[in-house]
């Protein structure tokens, strides 16, 4: 006969599990099983249902995060797109503006020397100025003129230094040309800015006739600009009965505010 120790718990145990497997197989505890799961079967279905809720709370909290996470670096990449495409469009248009240098070069004869800007410096509310990456070893001097891609005057040289020079811009009011206006007769004058907006002549006599859309040039009366630079076209003209002169107002056809390449002209 098998000696059951009373403090050996293993034992016990064992002899108890195997007590109850031989009830449960025989039937004889069902009853009182089924008691028990019928007791026990609301705290089973909120166990199950806490259970589960936690599994729904984890899922969701990860598939947020990595939503999230998603929009996080689709944001980065758009941002990268972004600043690519800048540099790509900007690309074209100096490469744009240096080929039309080529051709006006090419087709006017002057020796142009491209140039970069790098600042633009505000003067007063009537004018700017423009700083480019060329100076005097480069051959600069003031008094030059400046003209964009298509050969129009944009501004001459008023400072230089080794590296750098700085353009008066042809709408500011410090900045003035030797002019003519393509009419009958020639008419010349002096233009300067007017307002950092347009260009403008004065001190024209009310004998000379000046039409809207005439075209102003470079007179080449300054030694250093050479003649026929165009400078804008004429917008209005005014002329009082009683006066002895009149004026007339000049729109360039140049954007100042996108000013990227210029082009010093070296006599």
Same mark, same amino acid.
Not at 43 to 59: E, M
Not at 166 to 178: H, K, N, Q, Y
């Given at each position: 006969?098998?000696?059951?120790?009373?403090?050996?718990?293993?034992?016990?145990?064992?002899?108890?599990?195997?007590?109850?497997?031989?009830?449960?197989?025989?039937?004889?505890?069902?009853?009182?099983?089924?008691?028990?799961?019928?007791?026990?079967?609301?705290?089973?279905?909120?166990?199950?249902?806490?259970?589960?809720?936690?599994?729904?709370?984890?899922?969701?909290?990860?598939?947020?995060?990595?939503?999230?996470?998603?929009?996080?670096?689709?944001?980065?990449?758009?941002?990268?797109?972004?600043?690519?495409?800048?540099?790509?469009?900007?690309?074209?248009?100096?490469?744009?503006?240096?080929?039309?240098?080529?051709?006006?070069?090419?087709?006017?004869?002057?020796?142009?020397?491209?140039?970069?800007?790098?600042?633009?410096?505000?003067i007063d509310s009537?004018?700017?100025?423009?700083?480019?990456?060329?100076?005097?070893?480069?051959? /600069?001097?003031? @008094? &030059?003129?400046?003209?964009?891609?298509? $050969?129009?005057? #944009? *501004?001459? %040289?008023? !400072? +230089? =230094?080794?590296?750098?020079?700085?353009?008066?811009?042809?709408?500011?009011?410090?900045?003035?040309?030797?002019?003519?206006?393509?009419?009958?007769?020639?008419?010349?004058?002096?233009?300067?800015?007017?307002?950092?907006?347009?260009?403008?002549?004065?001190?024209?006599p009310q004998s000379?006739?000046?039409?809207?859309?005439?075209?102003? /040039?470079?007179? @080449? &009366?300054?030694?250093?600009?050479?003649? $026929?630079?165009? #400078? *804008?076209? %004429?917008? !209005? +003209? =005014?002329?009082?009965?009683?006066?002895?002169?009149?004026?007339?107002?000049?729109?360039?056809?140049?954007?100042?505010?996108?000013?990227?390449?210029?082009?010093?002209?070296?006599?």
């Open positions: 006969m098998i000696s059951i120790r009373k403090k050996n718990p293993f034992t016990i145990s064992l002899v108890i599990l195997i007590l109850l497997a031989i009830l449960h197989f025989s039937g004889i505890i069902r009853p009182l099983e089924n008691f028990f799961l019928y007791l026990s079967r609301p705290l089973a279905a909120k166990v199950f249902k806490t259970g589960s809720n936690l599994s729904d709370s984890y899922s969701n909290s990860q598939s947020k995060k990595d939503y999230f996470t998603e929009i996080d670096n689709l944001e980065k990449r758009i941002a990268e797109l972004t600043n690519y495409q800048a540099l790509y469009l900007e690309s074209l248009d100096e490469n744009k503006k240096l080929k039309d240098t080529l051709n006006f070069s090419q087709e006017s004869g002057f020796n142009l020397l491209a140039s970069s800007v790098v600042a633009g410096e505000l009537e004018g700017r100025d423009l700083i480019i990456n060329r100076g005097e070893k480069d051959g /600069i001097k003031n @008094g &030059l003129a400046v003209v964009d891609e298509q $050969g129009i005057l #944009i *501004g001459k %040289v008023i !400072e +230089v =230094k080794n590296n750098i020079s700085r353009v008066c811009l042809s709408i500011g009011s410090d900045c003035d040309f030797a002019a003519a206006i393509l009419n009958s007769n020639k008419t010349q004058g002096i233009v300067s800015g007017n307002l950092g907006l347009t260009v403008k002549m004065n001190y024209i000379e006739e000046i039409n809207k859309d005439d075209v102003v /040039i470079s007179s @080449g &009366l300054e030694g250093l600009i050479p003649r $026929g630079l165009v #400078i *804008g076209r %004429v917008n !209005e +003209v =005014k002329k009082e009965d009683n006066d002895i002169w009149q004026e007339a107002i000049i729109e360039s056809p140049v954007n100042f505010d996108n000013l990227t390449i210029v082009s010093v002209i070296i006599p």
